[in-house]
């Protein structure tokens, strides 16, 4: 009896009191603060706890990052290394992907690897040069004269195009048989089809490639444009797509569901004091643009397989390629050759013959002009059959075959590769004048949606700060934010930035400062010291522009993080 009325007297004690006023003044020790805005207790912020907030927030985003197919791990671990800095450049990757858009418009394997760049083809390289018994078309002239509007490292088929007396160089050197030099450049036919994506045409070093890929001196691979038309090898579709190897990363679109999610909560907690403390600056808000750039690699993941290795398709210069001892196998297409519908160019033919040791070039008295086709035979573009003997001659004549007015051995620009057929013959123009027209609303669509999206996060901060400045957040920590926020949106603009980083800048000098120990002369060790200066100078400088406001933004961060404290919300 007595429990029963000392339990009636509680909870009759406890209802009383759940209806009278009471005090919401909460007691806590001097170390614990609790924020009555956001109903928050915070106790004092431990190292642990920032780095857990950097690990959880930025460090696993970057495991959603898309990869391209064959990259090297190397490429794959400086992709990680960038998109932690600067979230954006992994959502451009993202958007790159989608707008190959590969599974969600084709059924075909081979379709769908095109369209995620996942084939190559052999083309010429920089160093290529022609063999004795070779007959080449699609050849240019390059003038003697550069017109006023070109810039200094213009491509050479715009200088070709604005050459105000290009019939007259070809008629200076028509019927020529001497030497010659000879450059080998990509031609417009593959530049115009890659769109926006022209910072990706050739396939660099360390990519992996399916079956056997030996490439012979002056040769190099580059990517299958998205609208060739690319015929299937003799073989089932099983077989196909076991060559190809497609698969979807599954564990990298689970790791982005969960971070996802962790960056909403997240966000979330930043609302009432975090915000009225330091406004626009919160650091609840840094992890907006990592949460979009693993929506969109996870959307990007879910519409795009992934390749480990890039496919080899046949074409006109693989076959070349072979001839001079180069060997590939798991082939899994063919890409033709087509008559090339010539566009602000002038074209012609030539054969190639030895003469004294060298090799001379004997060119065509005809030419294509820009608004023709040149067959792919080049049949009534020399001027006279050329018999090619492959024996030298005992005596080199005592002067070269030249014209008596015209002492000068041209330069032809040779195409990497000859043109191909495409799907779409409306989006087949090579005009090099009218590049933008080529290129269309599409590419400047494609490059505003970027842009866009790259700037999507400050639309939130914007409507949940209002872009005031907080009550405590310090001109330092403002101005470290957006600094941050403005890098991460310029560096969107280049998704193979880290390419670039490779091959550009750390190959290239290390193939220099190779180059330049093995001379030992005063004037190499010169070359060395002036190398490595610009080398370090330009390290130093790629840091300072765009390394300094990632390290500085993690700094504030991790300054407002102690400031504030480790926060947990009293809401049920």
Not at 64 to 73: L, M, N, R, S
Not at 350 to 359: C, I, L, N, T
């Amino acid at each position: 009896m007595i429990s029963k009325a000392l339990l009636t007297a509680v909870l009759v004690c406890g209802a009383v009191a759940a209806v009278l006023p009471r005090d919401t003044t909460i007691t806590v020790p001097d170390e614990v603060v609790y924020h009555a805005e956001s109903e928050e207790i915070c106790i004092p912020t431990k190292w642990i706890d920032v780095v857990i907030f950097f690990f959880g927030n930025y460090f696993a985003h970057a495991a959603t990052v898309v990869k391209f197919p064959g990259e090297p791990h190397h490429i794959i671990a400086l992709n990680m290394l960038l998109v932690v800095l600067f979230p954006c450049l992994g959502a451009g990757r993202g958007l790159f992907v989608l707008s190959r858009r590969a599974a969600l418009f084709s059924k075909d394997p081979l379709q769908q690897a095109l369209q995620a760049q996942a084939l190559c083809m052999v083309v010429r390289a920089p160093t290529w040069t022609p063999r004795a018994g070779q007959s080449l078309r699609s050849l240019s002239l390059r003038p003697t004269t550069v017109p006023g509007t070109a810039e200094k490292d213009a491509d050479e088929y715009w200088r070709i195009a604005h050459s105000e007396d290009l019939p007259g160089e070809y008629k200076k050197f028509a019927s020529y048989s001497g030497p010659f030099q000879i450059l080998t450049r990509t031609p417009p036919w593959l530049l115009m089809n890659f769109e926006w994506s022209t910072k990706h045409i050739q396939v660099l070093k360390d990519y992996q490639i399916s079956g056997v890929c030996e490439l012979p001196d002056g040769y190099e691979l580059a990517y299958v444009p998205a609208n060739a038309r690319v015929a299937r090898a003799t073989m089932t579709p099983e077989q196909l797509r076991c060559l190809l190897g497609p698969s979807y990363d599954l564990a990298a679109a689970v790791i982005a569901i969960v971070q996802i999610f962790y960056a909403c909560y997240t966000l979330y907690r930043s609302r009432g004091f975090q915000i009225t403390t330091y406004g626009y600056a919160a650091f609840g808000f840094t992890v907006l643009p990592y949460l979009l750039m693993s929506l969109v690699n996870l959307l990007g993941t879910l519409a795009t397989p992934s390749y480990a290795k890039l496919s080899l398709v046949q074409t006109e210069i693989m076959d070349e390629a072979i001839a001079r001892g180069g060997r590939f196998t798991d082939v899994v297409g063919t890409l033709a050759s087509e008559p090339l519908r010539v566009e602000d160019l002038i074209v012609f033919t030539a054969s190639f013959q030895p003469h004294g040791g060298e090799v001379w070039c004997q060119l065509g008295d005809r030419v294509c002009e820009s608004g023709s086709i040149e067959p792919l035979d080049g049949t009534g573009f020399l001027s006279e059959p050329v018999k090619m003997d492959n024996r030298e001659p005992e005596t080199p004549p005592s002067a070269p075959l030249l014209n008596d007015k015209e002492q000068e051995r041209p330069t032809l620009i040779c195409p990497s590769c000859y043109s191909f057929q495409t799907v779409s013959k409306a989006a087949s123009s090579t005009s090099i004048r009218h590049r933008n027209n080529h290129f269309g609303p599409r590419s400047a669509l494609f490059a505003a949606a970027v842009w866009v999206t790259a700037a999507l996060p400050l639309i939130p901060i914007g409507v949940l700060s209002r872009f005031h400045s907080g009550e405590h957040s310090t001109l330092a920590q403002r101005a470290w934010i957006l600094a941050w926020y403005i890098v991460g949106i310029i560096s969107v603009s280049n998704p193979f930035f880290s390419d670039w980083i490779v091959e550009k800048g750390m190959r290239a000098a290390i193939e220099r400062l190779t180059a330049f120990k093995k001379n030992r002369s005063s004037r190499g060790l010169v070359l060395r010291v002036y190398l490595l200066a610009g080398l370090s100078v330009s390290v130093v400088g790629f840091f300072l522009i765009f390394g300094t406001p990632a390290i500085g933004r993690l700094v504030v961060v991790a300054q407002m993080l102690m400031a504030y404290g480790n926060c947990t919300s009293l809401k049920g």
